[in-house]
């Protein structure tokens, strides 16, 4: 059975960091891309970050890219995603996602397995 659990969400000030974190167990973590999704309450589940299998190559979301940094350890089957300049409207439930090693694409029909999300909640 596979299972992605996020950790490290919180309460943070705007400006500060935080750094999230999703074990995955249940599947050859090396054989699949990772994915990290946003989703505020009354919107659509939101594309973040997408690394590859091996974190050589990553893909941002504009509203992102400068300040958040996504990574893997395939060794510990580990994704991580690091949140720096956090604001306001990044607050919300973080979601990671496993997508096939063949699958392309970045919205949420796009991934196979999903955790159950960790909150987020910035405050200005």
């Known amino acids: 059975q596979v299972q992605l659990v996020e950790s490290g969400g919180g309460l943070v000030q705007a400006g500060g960091s935080l750094r999230l974190s999703c074990a995955a167990s249940?599947?050859?973590?090396?054989?699949?891309?990772m994915g990290w999704f946003h989703h505020v309450p009354g919107q659509e589940r939101e594309f973040i970050a997408h690394?590859?299998?091996?974190?050589?190559?990553?893909r941002y979301a504009d509203s992102v890219k400068g300040r958040f940094s996504i990574s893997r350890d395939n060794a510990a089957s580990t994704l991580y995603l690091e949140m720096n300049n956090l604001k306001p409207e990044d607050t919300g439930v973080y979601y990671c996602?496993?997508?096939?090693?063949?699958?392309?694409?970045?919205?949420?029909?796009?991934?196979?397995?999903w955790g159950q999300g960790t909150q987020v909640t910035v405050s200005s």
């Open positions: 996602a496993a997508q096939q090693q063949w699958r392309l694409g970045y919205t949420v029909v796009d991934f196979d397995y």
């Open positions: 249940g599947l050859t973590f090396s054989d699949y891309n």
């Open positions: 690394i590859n299998l091996g974190g050589g190559r990553t």
